[in-house]
């Protein structure tokens, strides 16, 4: 079975910091991808960057980037130069490559960032 | 906007109804999922269409049904409701290669339903 914990429920960040948000997983797959989705409170869920478990570079978008540590089971996401906007659930998600193509989501981390 | 789109955006409705929601994937995307988010259960899995055959069932109740229609767009029907369904229901596309795990799931912006 595929896990995915979010440790952080929720982060005060100001703005223009940079701003690491934390995400660990588990899973038996060989093969395997971890994605990040922020949802504001509008309500969507809008993909942020993917990372695949046999990427050698760690992902980047733009001011995203991912933090991925595979001996540790960890796939951070870091934002850099916080920005008002980023202020939204975080979700950290998995998916394998055995099985059924869904998404395994944690729990969530909410960031606000301050003025 | 990610190309995926849902109807209705809101639904209001009373306990024992029946109500039917609407995805139409984004163009070229073959593979609809069905995701429920509500405040106990977090994100939730519950069903996935494949070019029309259903390729894999999640923690979706009997009372919940769905279909991949010809034309890709996806219904999923939930019947005999309950207080507890009230959630954001997500559906979300992608192309779906066999067993790749690079395949980005992109959501529709979700239909709200509160049940009475």
């Known amino acids: 079975a595929q896990k995915i914990t979010q440790t952080q429920p929720g982060m005060f960040v100001q703005e223009k910091e940079a701003v690491t948000l934390d995400c660990t997983y588990d899973?038996?797959?060989?093969?395997?991808?971890l994605f990040w989705y922020k949802q504001p409170s509008s309500g969507e869920m809008i993909f942020l960057i993917y990372?695949?478990?046999?990427?050698?570079q760690n992902a980047t978008e733009g001011r995203y980037s991912l933090n991925f540590q595979k001996a540790r089971k960890s796939a951070n996401l870091v934002i850099s130069a916080s920005q008002l906007g980023d202020s939204a659930m975080y979700f950290c998600?998995?998916?394998?490559?055995?099985?059924?193509?869904?998404?395994?989501f944690g729990q969530g981390t909410r960031l606000t960032i301050n003025p | 906007d990610s190309g995926v789109t849902q109807t209705p955006k809101h639904l209001i409705t009373a306990t024992g109804q029946r109500v039917t929601l609407r995805c139409s994937p984004r163009?070229?995307?073959?593979?609809v999922y069905w995701y429920q988010q509500s405040l106990d259960q977090g994100l939730q899995f519950l069903i996935q269409?494949?070019?029309?055959?259903?390729?894999a069932k999640g923690n979706i109740l009997e009372r919940f049904s769905a279909q991949q229609f010809p034309d890709l767009h996806s219904e999923l029907n939930l019947s005999s409701l309950e207080l507890g369904d009230s959630a954001l229901y997500f559906c979300?596309?992608?192309?779906?290669?066999?067993?790749?795990?690079?395949?980005?799931?992109?959501f529709g912006p979700g239909t709200r339903l509160t049940v009475l």
């Open positions: 979300a596309s992608s192309v779906f290669p066999d067993r790749e795990s690079t395949d980005t799931q992109y």
């Open positions: 899973t038996s797959d060989p093969s395997y991808g």
């Open positions: 990372q695949g478990s046999y990427d050698q």
């Open positions: 998600a998995m998916r394998g490559s055995q099985g059924a193509q869904k998404l395994v």
């Open positions: 163009s070229g995307d073959l593979s």
């Open positions: 269409y494949y070019n029309g055959e259903e390729r």
